[in-house]
């Protein structure tokens, strides 16, 4: 039977992982008979249009979240854009306001987009950073996220509360200060046993213009080295577009299924240590390569923690080559965690339970 709510889910568009682990949770609610509205801009959007067309959209205002081409000016950029941020949260909280008053919606989940929230309907934060890193800086931006975070109605990390688990520190307080609830890794992918066609996938995604600074470097050292490559630019467009150079595929961007079946049909995987990704890769038990965004703390943080723990090699952007692909085989790779969201019971939330 349909739910009379209407639930809005509004990721973040920082690249596409906060939109693409938003899925099994739209998934979730459809499931539980509730009604719902995607939000986002960019190619988050986009991307969830096209898995989503039957459900009603909105545009919110871009965080215009771009990255310098030196990594190490990240955070400055970041800094330089704090007027912008704070006029578009604002923003977000007025059209958040209006939907509320128009009795149009009954509940917000909101992936790190922090105006989406209103203190007259339930409303949900999912992250798993709930400590920012930031170098010198980290106690205060994990101090200022945090108090973002307490005028929410809760807190959703997808990760497990106890050891072993995917974000260590990031998402992990030993005294948090308000409620959190460990709903378990997200991930839209199920792992099948595939046939290989491709012997290395990457995966591209993120801001520019380190986005194509990175698929620059994969085509240079890839298109000539002797194996069956595909490259998914992480580019969402209205039409799916493929070219070939030798043994090199490269294709604009597939949706979910097709993404899952690439997966599947690869040896190894090169990408972006994004926590989005490292939950993808270990719900489908993927050997990998992660090359961690430049000047991007949490990325850079992830992926020198896995390679210590002996499960996925990394190096840096500017010292990528196809001949460090050979660490792949001397690592353990993801290990997976059982879906463990108890989605009837986090949906409560939206029935005054």
């Not at 290989?196 to 600074?213: C, F, H, M, N, T």
Request: net charge positive; aromatic share 8%; proline share 6%.
């Amino acid at each position: 039977m349909a739910n009379t709510k209407t639930i809005l889910v509004a990721p973040l568009h920082w690249g596409l992982g906060h939109a693409t682990r938003c899925i099994p949770i739209i998934r979730a609610l459809l499931e539980h008979g509730y009604r719902v509205m995607i939000a986002s801009d960019g190619p988050a959007l986009l991307l969830l249009q096209k898995e989503f067309p039957q459900l009603p959209s909105l545009e919110l205002p871009s965080y215009d979240i771009t990255y310098p081409k030196k990594g190490a000016y990240f955070k400055w950029s970041i800094l330089s854009k704090l007027p912008h941020l704070r006029k578009t949260i604002s923003e977000e909280k007025k059209l958040i306001a209006t939907l509320v008053a128009e009795g149009r919606i009954d509940g917000l989940i909101s992936d790190n987009r922090l105006g989406v929230r209103n203190k007259n309907i339930p409303s949900v934060f999912i992250t798993h950073q709930l400590n920012v890193l930031s170098g010198d800086t980290t106690y205060f931006s994990s101090k200022l996220h945090q108090k973002t975070i307490k005028k929410f109605t809760a807190c959703w990390v997808p990760d497990v509360a106890e050891s072993p688990n995917l974000s260590g520190k990031l998402g992990h307080l030993n005294d948090p200060k308000f409620p959190v609830t460990y709903i378990g890794p997200l991930s839209r992918m199920q792992q099948r046993d595939l046939p290989v066609k491709y012997d290395i996938l990457a995966l591209l995604s993120g801001p520019e213009p380190q986005r194509s600074l990175l698929e620059e470097i994969l085509v240079r050292e890839l298109q000539d080295c002797g194996k069956r490559v595909l490259i998914v630019r992480g580019k969402v467009e209205a039409v799916q577009k493929r070219k070939t150079i030798e043994t090199l595929e490269i294709v604009n961007y597939m949706n979910s299924s097709e993404l899952e079946t690439a997966i599947n049909q690869s040896d190894v995987v090169v990408s972006r240590s994004g926590y989005t990704t490292l939950m993808d890769l270990a719900a489908l038990q993927k050997k990998a390569f992660f090359i961690p965004t430049p000047g991007q703390y949490e990325q850079e943080y992830l992926a020198k923690r896995l390679k210590e723990q002996g499960l996925v090699p990394c190096c840096k952007q500017e010292r990528f080559t196809a001949a460090k692909l050979l660490k792949i085989p001397f690592y353990k790779g993801l290990q997976e965690f059982k879906p463990s969201a108890n989605f009837k019971e986090l949906f409560r939330l939206f029935e005054g339970e």
